[in-house]
């Protein structure tokens, strides 16, 4: 391997590591005979290049200073980068899986190459990733250019001015003071240890006013940005595997996330829907056109209505709602006949349909827009308070609020109304036009009708809001100084600029770890944004990544938003969605994806009219709506109009693949509403196709050839044209073939593959397009429960839950999924093999029979690690809890304390084990001399024992000592614990049988798992019958198989397979009983099938109890297994118990076992007295005994103490003188 | 069934028996491995390489594990 001499050629790498792609022309030299060769990675950015291949154990000299810090040397010195590991980690990777460069290329086949290209390029979660860095690198720029001036009220001539605004490399917060040129070594997993936040300075240009002149200064730091894992200015973006190793991270760990205060956070993608696009509908029988705009300044709704016929404009600043002539006469559209031209064409339908409008401008007289003006400023709702009581001005608040306010996306350039007319008359056209036919009423659940909002448009959004905050806090600070006439000293705004520094900061990270996102300027209050990334198993955290949370309310039961819609083909996976109350709102994103970040619309603009569109603004409502005339809406606003729509939109697709214009402008017409749309905004969900022209496809077996070469990437195809990006409206506008054999005469596009419908955690199913749907949907549930690998370095964290299979395997039966999501190297499963027949009895209703020979292998056994925090708190007198291992006492619950007053690394601590000797100060508020510390030593609380793993001693940010434990129980599957196949056939163990008494085949083999066969029929698991068929059949050739979705191996040959190597080609065999030595009377179907083990163990659950604690308030056993509870007789067992009358046994468990209470209650009064005595009567003579729940007493009690009085009647059980 | 039980009782009465203040243990840091001895108090933070992600060394005690 060492020895190996590399082609001068840039290695293609086959997997998508997330380092960022190499450039193209990445130089390769060789460096010695040894065959080592440095390979200087270009970074796209160009902002440095690392070297990648480095000889031996020769610290990294070439090293350009990104690791400049001792700790790192020092690393790298205990670690000797050994670089022949990687050359052989480059030969172990398949040439675009399993084909090499000589093979032959089938275009129909191989175009899916395209795929793993594509993930190359952008990675699993590009879509946050992208945005974020558009945060950072372009909307954080933007956002200051327009929030750039700070004045103040007192002082005209003070003045600040931000220049520039830029966010550096993540550091620790102590190092935030030290001089720009400063590297940290602060690393994501540095930060996960130690409860700290992954965050990078923000810096500002600024320049202001100091005394008479301008003073200018560079680098003003204004708060801590969180910074996502793997983003650009991550320190883990573009690192090879070996560095990410140095950095203690994980190579396949997708990024994506932030770390907060320790915690990995997510902030999922929410849907919504579009902004700045009319959309009709008809809500109780009233047609109506809505309009969400949303600018930087303002987000408001803006309707246009049809009320009995009438067409009115409602908005929130209105009182009530204006009829639409008024809004155009006022928006300058003179003449009735303009009016009626803008809105209704020369269509006579139309034109009478609107003509009762004009009723309303006899009725009012109104006819100028003067008066038009007036009559809308009469209606604007007063929004300042009603201080200074002067004349109002109609007329200049109603322009104010029709440029403004009203429709604010649409520009008003100085007093040019035209486009907003233009708008709104369009707005009432098509409440007309929908009227007149309702099938042109839009569908809210329409993919192409949806944006989705990344982490960096809300980050964006919160960001936005603190950095006003801080300009307006840091306007009044100075205010307050400017204010006075007579300063001693020269005033230096500056002072007061570091002060609110951390109000951004905290805000961030506030709202990061806490997921309340409230943004006072647009009144938006939400809740639940971020979440804790699920560490469950690798495929959880993946899938996470790729969820969308809908706005939707759950309670409400409607079906429209959680069905599934045709227009989601491609763009959101079908099968991946929760059941339950959830189902259908959350959504997974598919496998090749990507969501738009926001683009330039200026060149766009340029380009509409290059391409011959006319302006709109210079056009009549009779030259708009003439026919043939498409107008040109640019993100949803008409710009130009033009007679030629289909030649517009070829030349501008032409464009765009020669790659003039951004590959995520979309481009689609509307023949129903006569407009070409062209849209450049954000959360667009798009995906890639492959462009046929004249029936041909445009990816030739040259370009694979090529990109297997490596000499062509993903990139390539697009600027070549060869493959471009479709949004769902451009979809619906385009004609694609599945396969190349299917192309026609009129086919535009070219699917890339077809599996890439699914998203990465339902593709992890073997031939998932032979199972019922709904099983899919329940493994892609249950896949994320799966123990196995997390991350590779998953020793190195310290989770609060970390559940760890102790030999995964790789599955048998893979698919393209799992290869492109690496699943195969952090699996969750292992392959067992399995006999669908019934056995026993224990195997009844999905238990699963295991071998106790395979547990005793290691079948199913798992690691469960939990970590005990404990922080060492200081009080606000001085005092501080400490760890004292003096306070050890003898006995054996403190044998396992070590000389530092923590548990031994390695111990073994059993239930009530002492494993920190914490102690907390006696007094914690005065501030006194020799405060004494009470011993509060922590216990194992768990009754199975476990081991110490891990013992971290830190400190936090704030300087407070953080001691983590690890414990660690290994765990081998006992009855009880749950299993699951990849088909949503979820079982529990029933039996764990001897080796001896389980049936085995000719070759001896022996199942590890039997699994009943009523298991199949109701379920219709086809897709598993083949899993094992494959599997088999790969087992006995020494293959993996696949099993991917509309493809993989195919049953015919497997069975061929079976057949060569002297099988049966149905997969059965013949077995013998273990038990009896006979041979089984049937053949059994038997193979391997990967099996998942679930979190959910007997060992987490399992509970009993006989007496135990009982809650203070109720006396009632408390509930739960955590607090030993009891197990509830719930109101249905009552009812039972009831129903048959045992009364007896009711009294038992619902009082005497529960809170059996005595009372002393007083036959006269029927109150409740106390030691025989009733305070009312005040004697003793009626006072009796009385057994009652002290729930009831409590009760009764409570009721009194709301001024309700509750009286006992006592009555005798036997009539007097019964006897 | 664990190495523990047997010197449990002694370990137990040594440690109450002796200064803690005096006493220091070793560390391994986070990042360089070296090690690090800190006593009680002492800020927590590798002398060689200002890490301050310190690990307990593992005991040296016998620790006995059931085979199942």
Redesign the interface.
């Known amino acids: 391997m060492v020895g190996k001499k590399e082609p001068p050629k840039p290695k293609p790498k086959a997997a998508p590591r997330g380092a960022k792609a190499k450039a193209a022309t990445a130089a390769t030299t060789k460096s010695g005979p040894s065959g080592y060769d440095a390979e200087a990675v270009a970074q796209k950015d160009g902002k440095r290049a690392l070297a990648e291949d480095v000889v031996g154990a020769i610290p990294t000299a070439a090293d350009d200073g990104a690791h400049t810090s001792?700790?790192d040397k020092?690393?790298r010195h205990?670690a000797p980068l050994n670089s022949s590991a990687n050359e052989f980690a480059a030969m172990l990777e398949p040439f675009y899986y399993g084909k090499h460069l000589t093979d032959p290329i089938n275009t129909a086949e191989d175009k899916w190459n395209l795929l793993p290209a594509f993930l190359k390029t952008k990675g699993l979660v590009k879509q946050h990733v992208d945005s974020y860095n558009h945060f950072v690198d372009v909307e954080l720029k933007k956002m200051l250019k327009a929030n750039r001036y700070v004045r103040s009220d007192t002082d005209p001539k003070f003045l600040l001015e931000y220049t520039d605004i830029r966010v550096l490399q993540p550091n620790r917060a102590e190092e935030d003071d030290l001089p720009e040129g400063h590297r940290s070594s602060v690393t994501p997993n540095?930060c996960r240890?130690?409860d700290m936040t992954y965050a990078a300075p923000i810096l500002v240009d600024i320049i202001y006013t100091r005394g008479g002149q301008k003073i200018q200064k560079r680098g003003v730091k204004i708060g801590r940005m969180p910074i996502m894992l793997k983003s650009n200015k991550c320190v883990l973006s573009g690192r090879n595997d070996r560095e990410m190793a140095v950095m203690d991270e994980c190579p396949l760990d997708p990024g994506g996330y932030f770390i907060t205060r320790g915690q990995e956070k997510v902030i999922l993608v929410q849907e919504q829907l579009n902004k700045n696009r009319i959309i009709v509908e008809s809500a109780k029988g009233l047609m109506q056109a809505s309009v969400t705009s949303s600018t930087h300044e303002r987000r408001t709704k803006t309707y246009v209505i049809q009320k009995k016929g009438l067409i009115y404009l409602r908005h929130n600043t209105l009182s009530e709602e204006v009829p639409i002539v008024f809004v155009l006469k006022a928006l300058g559209v003179h003449s009735d006949k303009e009016i009626m031209l803008l809105v209704a064409g020369d269509d006579s339908a139309y034109q009478e349909n609107f003509q009762v409008n004009f009723d309303a401008c006899a009725r009012e007289g109104i006819h100028t827009q003067e008066r038009a003006l007036e009559y809308i400023g009469h209606r604007i709702k007063l929004m300042k308070k009603p201080g200074g009581m002067r004349m109002r001005n109609y007329h200049l608040e109603a322009i104010e609020n029709l440029s403004n306010v009203i429709l604010p996306h649409v520009p008003v350039a100085g007093t040019n109304f035209r486009p907003k007319a233009i708008y709104v008359a369009l707005m009432a056209r098509k409440v007309i036009m929908a009227h007149l036919d309702s099938k042109l009423v839009d569908d809210r659940d329409y993919v192409g009708n949806k944006r989705l909002e990344l982490s960096g448009q809300m980050l964006a959004l919160l960001f936005e809001d603190h950095f006003k905050r801080f300009n307006h806090d840091f306007k009044l600070s100075i205010d307050k100084v400017l204010k006075k006439q007579n300063r001693a000293q020269e005033f230096d705004a500056l002072a007061h600029f570091g002060v609110h520094k951390n109000y951004i900061t905290m805000g961030l990270e506030r709202a990061i770890a806490t997921g309340n996102w409230s943004l006072k300027r647009f009144k938006m209050e939400r809740a639940g944004v971020t979440h804790v990334l699920s560490r469950l198993s690798f495929i959880a955290a993946l899938g996470m990544m790729t969820r969308i949370s809908s706005q939707f309310e759950k309670t409400r039961k409607v079906s429209g938003p959680r069905a599934l819609q045709p227009s989601q083909f491609g763009m959101l996976c079908t099968s991946d969605t929760p059941e339950g109350e959830a189902c259908g709102l959350v959504k997974n994103l598919a496998l090749m994806t990507h969501v738009t970040t926001e683009d330039d619309e200026g060149p766009v603009h340029k380009m509409i009219f290059l391409l011959g569109a006319e302006d709109i603004c210079s056009l009549t409502g009779e030259e708009i709506h003439r026919e043939g005339v498409y107008a040109v809406c640019l993100n949803g606003t008409p710009v130009a109009a033009t007679n030629t729509p289909k030649r517009f939109l070829n030349s501008f697709r032409r464009l765009r693949r020669m790659g003039r214009i951004s590959e995520f402008t979309s481009i689609h017409i509307n023949h129903d509403f006569h407009e070409v749309q062209i849209a450049t905004d954000e959360g667009r969900i798009c995906r890639p196709m492959i462009v046929v022209e004249n029936g041909r496809s445009k990816v030739t077996a040259r370009y694979l050839k090529a990109l297997r070469k490596g000499t062509m990437e993903f990139e390539d195809f697009l600027t070549r044209g060869l493959v471009e990006y479709l949004d769902t409206n451009e979809e619906n506008d385009t004609n694609i073939a599945l396969t190349e054999t299917e192309i026609g005469l009129y086919t535009t596009h070219l699917e890339i593959e077809p599996f890439t419908i699914l998203g990465a955690v339902a593709g992890l199913i073997p031939y998932p397009h032979h199972n019922q749907s709904p099983r899919n949907t329940y493994q892609c549930a249950m896949g994320k429960q799966a123990i196995g690998a997390i991350a590779y370095n998953q020793f190195m964290r310290l989770d609060t839950l970390l559940y760890l299979m102790v030999y995964p395997q790789q599955p048998m039966v893979k698919t393209r999924t799992i290869e492109l999501t690496k699943y195969d190297k952090l699996p969750a499963g292992q392959n067992a093999t399995v006999a669908v027949m019934s056995y026993s009895g224990y195997d009844i209703e999905d238990a699963l029979v295991l071998n106790k020979a395979s547990c005793d292998r290691g079948f199913g056994r798992c690691q469960v690690l939990k970590k005990h925090v404990t922080a060492l708190k200081s009080y606000a007198n001085g005092t501080q809890d400490?760890?004292?291992?003096?306070?050890?006492?003898?006995?054996?619950e403190?044998?396992?304390?070590?000389?530092?007053?923590?548990a031994?690394?390695?111990?073994?601590i059993t239930q009530n084990d002492h494993f920190l000797m914490k102690q907390i100060p006696e007094d914690t508020i005065n501030n006194r001399v020799g405060i004494k510390h009470k011993t509060q030593s922590v216990k194992h609380k768990l009754e199975d024992c476990s081991?110490v793993d891990?013992?971290?001693?830190?400190?936090n940010e704030a300087g407070v000592?953080l001691i983590k434990i690890l414990f660690r129980q290994t765990r081998?599957p006992e009855l009880g614990d749950k299993f699951s196949s990849r088909h949503g056939q979820k079982g529990v163990c029933g039996l764990i049988s001897p080796q001896e008494d389980m049936p085995f085949n000719d070759q001896g083999i022996c199942p590890d798992i039997i699994m009943n066969p009523h298991g199949f029929p109701s379920r219709m698991t086809v897709g598993k019958m083949m899993e094992l068929l494959s599997g088999k059949a790969g087992v006995l050739r020494g293959t993996l198989e696949y099993g991917t979705a509309f493809g993989g191996s195919k049953v015919v040959d497997m069975a061929q397979v079976l057949v060569e190597k002297g099988f049966s080609y149905t997969g059965k065999d013949y077995l013998t009983s273990g038990i009896t030595g006979e041979a089984l009377q049937f053949y059994v179907f038997f193979g391997p099938i990967y099996y998942q083990k679930l979190k959910h163990m007997v060992q987490d659950k399992m509970h009993s109890r006989a007496r135990g604690p009982r809650a203070i308030l109720t006396r009632q056993p408390t509930e739960g297994r955590a607090r030993s509870g009891g197990l509830r007789l719930g109101e249905m067992e009552r009812d039972c118990l009831i129903a048959y009358g045992a009364s007896q046994l009711l009294l038992e468990r619902l009082m005497l076992s529960s809170d059996a209470h005595e009372v002393d209650i007083c036959e006269g009064c029927g109150q409740m007295g106390s030691s025989g005595q009733c305070r009312i009567c005040d004697n003793d003579k009626g006072v009796r005994k009385l057994t009652v729940p002290y729930a009831a007493k409590l009760l009764i009690q409570e009721l009194g103490a709301m001024n309700v009085k509750v009286t006992i009647g006592l009555e005798d059980e036997f009539e007097r003188g019964y006897e | 069934m664990s190495g523990y039980t047997a010197n449990q009782a002694t370990t137990a009465q040594d440690a109450s028996g002796i200064d803690i203040n005096a006493r220091a243990v070793n560390y391994t840091c986070g990042d360089c491995d070296g090690d690090v001895q800190l006593k009680r108090g002492e800020p927590i933070r590798c002398r060689n390489c200002g890490h301050r992600v310190l690990y307990k060394k593992r005991t040296n005690r016998m620790v006995q594990f059931e085979a199942r």
């Open positions: 001792a700790a020092a690393r205990k540095e240890l130690r400490i760890i004292n291992a003096a306070a050890v006492e003898s006995g054996p403190f044998g396992s304390i070590g000389p530092d007053g923590i031994h690394v390695g111990a073994r081991f891990k013992v971290c001693v830190t400190e000592n081998r």
